[in-house]
Every structure is written in C-alpha cells, then in structure tokens.
C-alpha cells in the first residue's frame, strides 16, 4: 500500500515507539534481562517533567519515558491508564512544513512549532486526530538513531 500523493504527512519510518514507566532504572535493567538491550543513558528533560532514555533495537528504537513532575503529562497518563505504551513517534522531512500541512489540514495539533526533544525537534499530533493515539514527529535532519 502507498501513502496518498497529496498527504500533509510523508513519514519516512517509524523512530521510536516510547513507553511510560514508573521507574525507568528498573525498566531499563528488566528490558536488558529478557531482551539482551544495551545499555542506555538516561536524560532528564525538565521542560517535559521526564526522565527518559532512547534505547536502539535494531533499525529502530525505544524511549522509555518516566514522570518527574507529578503533575504532568506522563504522570497523569500513569495515573489514568497504568504504565505501558505511551506514543509512536514517526520521521518526516521538514517538520515544520509538515506541522503547518496538517494543521491547515484540521489536523490537531499539540505543537503548532517544533521544540527540541531527546529524538530531536519533535512535535505533537492531538490523539483526538489520530484515532487515539498520541502521534510525535521528528525532522529527519534532526533525528537521533
């Protein structure tokens, strides 16, 4: 199957798909144990209120997300849904144009600009978009592999 000639969204290939964890050293050690990953550097992205890590699994990778900030939004999502897959995040070029393209698309949007993320410069797609699923971008020029 091809994707439509005038899609606002050409997505290259899936980037990462990221996983909510209440404890991200012991999810770390437990995905080390059963799956053989490397290890991983954990990050702590305060704008996000996360402490998160990338996780490369053959072409493609994981993010493992924990809440820092018990109000935000991963804590929240914790708190509604347990831990467990949080978003699938795939690469594009040109994100900007890409979030504009969808936005005049009435696509919703979380972010209307690219912000720097632990992939590189992200974006959010509004799960009420995406069938329920929360949808990040990354620029392909920007994006960590």
Known sequence: MTAPDKS?????HINHV???VRDIDESLALYRRIFGLPEASV???EDQGVRAALVTV???QLEFIEPTDPEG???RFISKRGEGLHHVCFEVDGLLSTLDALDNEGVG???HEPREGLSGMIGFLHPRSTGGVLVELVDSETARH
């Open 8 to 12: 606002p969204c050409n997505a290259r």
């Open 73 to 75: 939004g991963v804590a």
């Open 18 to 20: 990221a996983i909510a």
């Open 43 to 45: 990050e702590e992205l």
């Open 58 to 60: 053959g072409g493609s």
């Open 109 to 111: 949007l979380i972010d």
